[in-house]
């Protein structure tokens, strides 16, 4: 079963333990963790949130079962890490999946978050016949809201003081479309480039 992926100047895989120290790294950042809810993790928070998911889809992966709640690992050419992104089930919204992502500072501004979400809308779309894709983030967080509407998702509620960041509530933004409304001639050429087909 195919597990990695290029698509233009990145590679794509499935996260391993082996990835926790760089997505502490990553997490640790207070510019990258400035709009994130659930950061500062506690000490051993990355194994405690990410190790289940790991662990389950390596699981999957050893069985020959295509993961459909993945946590992929984006990097540049040469192997570096560039940062990681997620496609997840929707509890009970059949066939709906959420995506996320969070990228090293030194990746911002250059594309690398447009083709790692849409590598993740494709992933949704070819793997899990997604028909829905929604993506969540906090009201001031401009970067996350542009990649995810560039992607094609809309604005589809709010929810005020929804999300507590050390000590301040925050409004989070949900984002989210049906993909027979998306740009799915984009998603398919990157599943055709990154050969998923
Ligand atoms: C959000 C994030 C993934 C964007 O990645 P990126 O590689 O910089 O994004 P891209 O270069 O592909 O840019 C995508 C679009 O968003 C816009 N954008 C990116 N950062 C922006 C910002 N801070 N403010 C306003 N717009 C921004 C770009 O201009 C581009 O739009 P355009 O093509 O119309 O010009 C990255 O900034 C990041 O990891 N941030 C920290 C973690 C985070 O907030 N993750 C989202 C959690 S919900």
């Not at 030194?106 to 690398?112: D, K, P, T």
């Not at 401009?142 to 560039?150: F, V, Y």
């Not at 604005?155 to 005020?160: A, M, Q």
Request: proline share 5%.
């Amino acid at each position: 079963m195919k597990q990695t992926w290029t698509h233009t100047t990145e590679r794509y895989r499935y996260a391993t333990r082996a990835d926790f120290p760089a997505f502490d790294e990553l997490l640790s950042d207070p510019e990258v963790g400035r709009w994130l809810w659930f950061t500062p993790l506690p000490p051993d928070g990355v194994a405690q949130f990410f190790g289940p998911l790991v662990d389950r889809q390596l699981e999957q992966l050893a069985n020959g079962e295509r993961p459909l709640t993945a946590v992929i690992v984006v990097e540049d050419e040469h192997g570096g890490f560039l940062g990681q992104g997620a496609v997840v089930e929707v509890p009970m919204s059949p066939n709906g999946f959420e995506i996320g992502f969070q990228l090293m500072q030194r990746a911002w501004g250059r594309g690398v978050g447009t083709r790692l979400g849409q590598f993740l809308c494709a992933y949704a779309i070819e793997y899990g016949g997604a028909f829905r894709i929604e993506g969540e983030c906090v009201e001031g967080n401009a970067g996350s809201a542009a990649l995810l509407t560039k992607l094609g998702l809309r604005l589809e509620g709010t929810r005020p003081a929804y999300r507590l960041k050390e000590e301040t509530r925050h409004t989070a933004l949900f984002f989210g479309n049906e993909v027979e409304r998306l740009d799915t001639a984009a998603f398919g050429a990157v599943a055709e480039h990154a050969g998923m087909r």
